[in-house]
């Protein structure tokens, strides 16, 4: 497991990007603030330094601090946010403006935020509520924006110039020893190539103990082990089913032809292995020595894109995109000393997107009253390939599988268009409004062995959005939005057979897109040093895809060894949301800087169970009350800073029927927690040394859904090095 004897890592620039005022608007790497996300909106900014101070342990575990934001864990090495109480196909991905989401994200929490180097990130912005209007399919309760780390070039600096970055990490909790080079490259006054590799590997995890549950034996009337997850060593500390190897490598060659113009090529490949799915390995009430184990993931990310100033025909702006993704897993589940059995599954999908926006330059139409808008198109073109083999260990007989997880040649394809006008009357008041037409369809090849239905069908749609901003004295603005969401069923979802943490979910070919509608009302209060941030919004969401109860197909016996299967399907009748967001953020004041957010949100549906048509349940994984506290001193004349951080929530006990299936969640729901942080460290130009002191209180904790509990006491350190070489 552990393939590393030192690596060195290399971290990105040590200066962070200045914190988004209120007044800004969240820019996508490389757009301008027309093409950005419009100010209206309800975003959060995690900057480079943020990043470095907090030691994060994976691109998703950026995303703790953020409000609105709650990190599940399905296994050590996967990860997943949850944007106001949805995640997986609900919420977007997206990298340097192009999708990370494809048609194999699940309806729940997935790995593939995981699959993005922390260390390759310059800033993450989060888009809290629908940007379906904006960024497509998907985006039904928020969006996630990866900027790149660029390489620096210096107009002023002609000639060759480079410096290398060298940096190394070490956690205590799962002896974690990781590193990163990378080399920063300028080619004259206009042209930059930044190169990167990294690797680490992470032992079995230590947590605080087992978290419990808030029912006793008596009162479930079941034995408790049915729940065990996670599954704990002999020193009850320990996780089973934890650890992980992974490598990655990138490349990024940017062209600058004037401060508004560039062009750029890069490349991003992430591979990890051995890593186990927490709450299947082993499986409740199965042998210890059963285990589900994703032998390999990977992503492969190769685009172009150019950004250029016309000024010509009121275009301000064009920003196009393209480029290949390709994901792959390769999974075992290893019974080879139970029943004999091993049996392996190999999925890939080839993804071909592309994307053109723009922007007009504001237009005067009566004294202080402005015209704008931003345009575009995108879309993806998406393959399957898929096979499996069961191999019978005792008598050395291998058997291929009719399929695998997904049928292998099904085809997807996804896209859109849509315009956004925005009036402005000087810096009083502004007004906004967006449509989208949108598109899907989705092949899958049919199989009489595996009693597999084919699939051929095609999903429009319009959506569309309205924003308005209004300054009544200088110091608040007040926010106004609605904003339309559609979510077309993907390959996973109509197509795809898998474990669960309820069991095993078996295809729907039948599913509707989920569409919503999002009412949300927000204050922010710019006092200087001081600003507060509100948001209520209520999300109604119709043909809402939850879980039931359903017959394993013919013939599939990984569906009939399960606890039970089950299926997604829409209900019936309409789907709420309902939330509030608080934020209070304090900027630098005497070398202090903090912040502080609170969130809770709700969610109700009708039941999906037979015989319980009309009944008004919780939505599935919902979030509990929750909150986070930072504050950090730093002294700007040696660098040194000193920090605390606390994340707290509160018990989760509204349970869908999916949730009281889940072995992931404790009887009676997931107690709540308050952990507490502690930071130091010291950066400087070409040099930064970090501590982060995890949990040390030794608060045993569970995020609501996840099946690893939070780690236990402990120590990260990161070493970061920046020789300057030419």
Known sequence: M?????????????????????????????????????RDRATTRVTKKELDERLVASTPDALRFSPGVYVQQTGHGQA????????????????????????LFRQGPNQYLFTVDSRTVDHIDVVRGSASVEFGADAMTGAVLLAPVDPRIDPTRAGLHAEALAAVRYVTQDDQLGGRLQLDVQLGRQTGLLLGVGARSAGPLEASGDVGHLLSQDEIGVALRQKQVPT?????????????????????????????AHATLAAYVYRQSDAPRTDQC?????????????????????????????????????????????????????RSETLGSLSVGKDGIDIWGGRLVGASRPTRLVQDLRLSARFGVDGTREAVDSSGFVELTRIQVRREQPRSQYVDGSTYAQGGAYLSPRLEWGQRASLRIGGRAAYAAAKVPGDEDSDTTAVDRSWTAFVGNVGLEVRPIAPLTVLLSVEQGFRPPNLDDISGRQATGRGYQVENADLDPERAITYEAGLRLDLGRVGLEGYVFYSEISDLMERRLAECPDGDRECKASRASVQLVN?????????????????????????????????????????????????????????TVELTWTHADSGLYLGGASRWAAEQTRLSFGDQADARIPFGGTPGYRVFDARAGIRQDRFMLAFSFENFTDEPYRIHGSSVNGPARGVAVNLTLRPELL
């Open 2 to 38: 552990r393939p590393l004897s030192l690596i060195v890592l290399l971290a990105s620039p040590a200066l962070a990007s200045p914190p988004v005022t209120p007044d800004e608007s969240i820019e996508v790497r490389g757009q301008t603030e027309e093409e950005a996300v419009a």
């Open 80 to 103: 997943s946010p949850f944007i106001r109480g949805r995640t997986g196909q609900n919420t977007l991905l997206l990298f340097d403006g192009l999708r990370i989401n494809h048609a």
């Open 232 to 260: 704990f060593e002999e020193n009850e500390r320990t996780m089973m089913g934890t650890g992980f190897d992974e490598w990655t490598a990138d490349a990024r060659l940017v062209h600058r032809f004037s401060d508004e």
């Open 282 to 334: 082993p499986p409740p009430e199965a042998d210890l020595r059963e285990c589900l184990t994703y032998d390999e993931q990977n992503r492969t990310h190769v685009y172009g894109r150019t950004a250029l100033a016309p000024g010509w025909l009121l275009l301000d702006r064009v920003d196009a995109a393209a480029g290949f993704q390709r994901a792959f897993e390769r999974r075992s589940l290893d």
């Open 571 to 627: 209900v019936a009748e309409t789907a709420t949301i309902q939330g509030v967001e608080a934020t209070l953020r304090l900027r630098s004041w005497h070398g202090l800087r903090g912040a502080a957010s609170v969130a809770w949100a709700e969610g109700e549906s009708d039941s999906p169970v037979v015989g319980q048509e009309g009944e008004r349940v919780p939505v599935s994984r919902i979030p509990p009350l929750n909150g």
